[in-house]
């Protein structure tokens, strides 16, 4: 996976300047697929090669001979891609998309750490709201102190 992302990210951050990291991983995630190489068998059946950028001649997908491998990473593409997909989506939970994708505990852990960082900015003085952005550490309206009702 994470060859086919790095192959993916080298050819789109030359390519085009992005709007936001979010677009950039979308864009470098949808393209993974692209960076496989696909020959035709003689069975007429496709075989898939990624060469490991360390050392060519190791095809890291070499088991992809059984056709379940890559159906199961098309599989896997697809789905990923559509979460990402949702992510941005106003009207989505994106804490109960993570938590599906992720699982719970580690979605809690997170969401908990940006909690007490926002809450340390705050008190700091340094959390900061722009219209462009939202919430924001820097230099823009200071937020003031607010009581927190509820877990979400």
């Not at 960082?117 to 607010?146: D, K, M």
């Amino acid at each position: 996976m994470t060859t086919l992302l790095a192959k993916s990210y080298a050819r789109w951050v030359p390519a085009r300047a992005f709007a936001s990291d979010y677009d950039l991983l979308l864009t470098c995630v949808e393209d993974m697929p692209n960076q496989l190489e696909v020959t035709q068998g003689a069975d007429r059946q496709p075989r898939f090669a990624l060469p490991n950028p360390s050392l060519p001649r190791e095809n890291l997908i070499e088991k992809w001979t059984d056709r379940r491998h890559a159906d199961a990473f098309f599989a896997w593409h697809r789905d990923f891609v559509s979460f990402l997909r949702q992510l941005p989506d106003a009207n989505a939970s994106q804490r109960r998309l993570l938590s599906e994708t992720f699982g719970e505990k580690p979605v809690n852990v997170a969401f908990a750490k940006q909690a007490d960082s926002f809450n340390g900015a705050r008190r700091r003085s340094v959390l900061t709201i722009s219209s462009g952005t939202g919430l924001a550490l820097g230099t823009t309206a200071p937020v003031s102190g607010h009581t927190i009702h509820g877990s979400e």
